[in-house]
């Protein structure tokens, strides 16, 4: 079947018509007034000949008149993949020989440089690809254009957007001219530009009536012929838009802010790791009695924070509580939510219970008893934390005899009921506590006497951070390669990592490590990810990394201890500095700052602690997972992560088989991977807080962010994205959307750091300040905006980055 009537089209036949044809066929079977035409399939386009009597013979049923002639590949108009202008249409195209040639450079377009790299980027295998070819009769509009069933810009779900030009569509699609911008919020408005208000309306009306039917906001090109009929050129989904937070049963709008960054996350989690962290998480913030929903959208964890937002008194220092691990884009989309009469106090406020419970007052005696203990007796505080997680180290594997999927799914249901009953958890929590109110209230005491870039120097070259002693303990390992140096550096990274996994590497003390740190890995909150010693790619990466470092004095030891001797020089300064212009106040941050140094450092210990049961629970969940496949209910046995723990139960004492679930479930994952932005805050209509904020002044070719470790360094940038196989030069400026403690190591090669999310307590920043390496954190889109190689000034004292 070579050529195919368009109202002969179902969506049944996506691979034989591609995308586009498809979407057609479906509005011309809803009734929709749609051009008519034919398809020349991708079966013609298999066998490499336009069938040209077949064409020539639909095209004579069209009345042989002028036509568009328009692109539609298998892998188009996609959910997740528009290819928006990625593919060739000719337009006006007239007779036979024409038609012939155009049919031809649709064909072409196929493999372009540019239809091959969006194909790339969305990790599409060329060689499942056809293009199949739309030929409709020309319409001669007086107005077309693209309207957008939601607002692409903003994200909410109750407007429309509308852009218009007058004549043909390609001048609003292509960018050729200027056009008019029509928002559809439901308000009347006068004629203005190239629609009236009747038009407007019927398009208002036309969006309604394809999302409803399609089920998902829709992308939809449409023209306005000259006798004021509206016709129809394509609708696909919007796949630019972030998932919508779940519906709620209220009618005032919630706020939710996205809490994955504060672990280095922007990748979305695995449906296993999730079900894990959202109890985890609001488990850790109701021991500080702080009671947040955690909501799954997108594959990323948001904190409802809607009841504290209209709690008269608990949104009177939310802003002030989200400097610490959120940042300052968290907290001007909080500001800014705060400022919305929707988020106005409600009467007697949303707290539920009103007055303090027993267990809150509870909880605060303890945190005034640790803090306090802590903060007096630093190192007998920093003893028994280390006491408690070489404890908690202990304690967290499974028992010997655990023979059975069902033996070790209890297991793990077990310890996700029993979420922390742990007296040690105070022995942990508290001491973490003290350090960071110790680093974080000597900037209000010594306002006018030291700037932030004096008290980051002071929290630099901090001992005690577990992270810090990790890549330390990498690089002596790198420094010992010896004769295996060449080896290291020449060998694909996931090769060592294969060769040591069978035991065929030369021992350079790999496994020694791995002992101690192996538990770690990027993202390692998510149960879902793989630890480094399952697959210790990233670790064999970051050591060439350091064997690229040859001059001794850039060396992260040399560095580290340059840092803490600066850390210290500056804290004897200010501490005189401040005595003497207010003795008491100066007398109280020297004693704070001394304090930050003792137990501010602890801060990554916590976590650190935490990887230990969780690395067990994936153990016993991987080796579920292998017996599910051994029966034939997985296809391999990390596929479990896909799932969430009922759904296992159900599959291992039930036999109920999950693989289409999971399949499904690993498509969207995939998917999400691919996202390049991730909103700081949405509303529950889809709204992105920082999109409508006021935009921030042009710059000169210098982007502004956070400053957030002192010093100032100019170098290449490298737009890093996968820690696990990058390549960092020394004297590289890292540029990255977000870090977590399994980036670490490559900061030790690294000159500077810039990063779109975070706060100054954050892991990035923190390990910044301790190797000396300026840092500017909270520069939006800068992944983006700047381009590995290129050469920019990063001032971690002005939080300025420029380029050259």
Not at 238 to 245: C, D, G, K
Not at 246 to 254: G, Q, S
Not at 310 to 322: F, Y
Not at 488 to 497: F, G, H, I
Request: charged share 20%.
């Amino acid at each position: 079947m070579h050529v195919i009537p368009l109202s002969e089209v179902t969506t049944e036949m996506l691979d034989l018509v591609g995308g586009k044809a498809a979407g057609l066929g479906e509005l011309i079977r809803r009734g929709e007034r749609v051009p008519e035409g034919f398809c020349v399939t991708t079966e013609a386009h298999r066998l490499g000949v336009i069938p040209t009597a077949e064409v020539a013979a639909a095209y004579e049923r069209l009345g042989a008149g002028p036509v568009a002639v328009r692109s539609s590949a298998t892998a188009e108009d996609l959910p997740d993949a528009s290819f928006a202008g990625q593919h060739d249409t000719v337009l006006d195209v007239v007779g036979t020989t024409q038609l012939i040639a155009a049919i031809e450079k649709c064909w072409d377009s196929l493999h372009s440089d540019r239809a091959t790299a969006y194909r790339d980027a969305h990790q599409i295998d060329h060689r499942q690809v056809r293009m199949a070819v739309v030929v409709q009769r020309m319409i001669t509009p007086r107005a077309a254009g693209v309207l957008f069933t939601a607002n692409p810009l903003t994200g909410r779900r109750d407007e429309m957007a509308v852009d218009a030009a007058p004549g043909v569509g390609t001048a609003v699609v292509d960018g050729a001219a200027t056009v008019d911008h029509y928002v559809l919020d439901g308000v009347a408005r006068d004629d203005t530009g190239c629609l009236t208000s009747a038009h407007l309306a019927d398009l208002r009306a036309t969006g309604e009536r394809l999302q409803a039917h399609f089920g998902c906001p829709q992308d939809i090109e449409w023209a306005i012929d000259a006798h004021d009929v509206q016709w129809l050129l394509q609708s696909r989904p919007i796949t630019s838009l972030f998932p919508q937070p779940p519906a709620t049963d209220t009618p005032l709008p919630r706020v939710y802010l996205e809490f994955g960054h504060v672990q280095g996350m922007r990748q979305p989690v695995t449906p296993m790791g999730m079900s894990t962290l959202r109890t985890q998480i609001a488990a850790m913030l109701a021991s500080l009695g702080v009671r947040v929903e955690i909501v799954d959208i997108g594959g990323r964890l948001y904190g409802d924070l809607t009841d504290l937002a209209r709690d008269r008194s608990s949104r009177k220092r939310l802003v002030k509580l989200l400097a610490v691990d959120f940042g300052p884009r968290a907290q001007a989309v909080m500001q800014h939510v705060l400022a919305d009469p929707r988020f106005a106090p409600t009467s007697g406020g949303a707290r539920r219970g009103g007055a303090p419970t027993a267990a809150s007052l509870r909880t605060a005696r303890r945190a005034v008893v640790g803090i306090l203990r802590s903060l007096a007796r630093p190192d007998t505080a920093r003893i028994r934390m280390f006491e408690a997680i070489e404890q908690m180290r202990t304690r967290s594997a499974a028992p010997a005899d655990l023979s059975s999927a069902a033996d070790r799914l209890r297991f793990v249901q077990a310890r996700d009921a029993d979420a922390d009953a742990d007296d040690s958890a105070d022995a942990i929590m508290w001491p973490i506590v003290a350090g960071m109110l110790a680093a974080a209230l000597p900037a209000a005491l010594l306002k006018g006497i030291a700037g932030p870039d004096e008290i980051h120097t002071v929290l630099g070259g901090m001992p005690h951070n577990v992270t810090i002693e990790m890549d330390l303990a990498l690089w002596r390992l790198a420094q010992s390669a010896g004769d295996h140096r060449q080896l290291l550096l020449d060998t694909p990274p996931a090769e060592l990592a294969a060769r040591h996994l069978r035991g065929t590497l030369p021992d350079i003390g790999m496994t020694a490590f791995l002992d101690v740190y192996g538990h770690r890995g990027v993202a390692e909150v998510d149960l879902g990810v793989p630890r480094w010693e399952e697959d210790p790619t990233p670790v064999f990466a970051a050591v060439a990394n350091y064997l690229r470092v040859t001059d001794p004095q850039q060396g992260p030891d040399r560095r580290f201890q340059r840092a803490a001797s600066a850390a210290e020089t500056a804290l004897q300064e200010l501490t005189r500095r401040a005595r003497r212009r207010r003795p008491v106040r100066g007398s109280i941050a020297a004693f704070l700052l001394r304090r930050a140094r003792s137990l501010a450092g602890l801060r990554e210990a916590g976590k650190f602690a935490g990887l230990y049961p969780l690395r067990e629970t994936r153990r016993q969940l991987l080796l579920v997972g292998a017996d599910l496949h051994d029966s034939g209910l997985l296809d391999q046995p990390d596929d479990i992560m896909f799932l969430t723990l009922d759904e296992v139960h159900s599959a291992v004492h039930q036999g109920v088989d999950p693989r289409a679930t999971v399949t499904a479930r690993r498509a969207v994952h995939r998917r999400e991977l691919r996202r390049a932005a991730v909103p700081v805050a949405l509303l529950s209509d889809g709204t992105d807080v920082e999109a409508v904020l006021p935009a921030a002044p042009a710059g000169d070719g210098t982007l502004t962010g956070v400053g957030a470790s002192a010093g100032r360094v100019t170098g290449p940038a490298r737009v890093v994205h996968d820690p696990r196989t990058a390549h960092i030069e020394p004297g590289d400026v890292l540029v990255a959307a977000t870090t977590d403690p399994g980036w670490t190591p490559l900061f030790l090669t690294a000159a500077a750091l810039v990063t779109e999310t975070g706060a100054i307590m954050a892991h990035g920043p923190t390990v910044a300040r301790e190797y000396g390496i300026p840092a500017v954190i909270c520069v939006p889109d800068v992944t983006r905006t700047i381009r590995t190689g290129q050469v920019v000034t990063v001032d971690g004292a002005t939080g300025t980055v420029t380029l050259h």
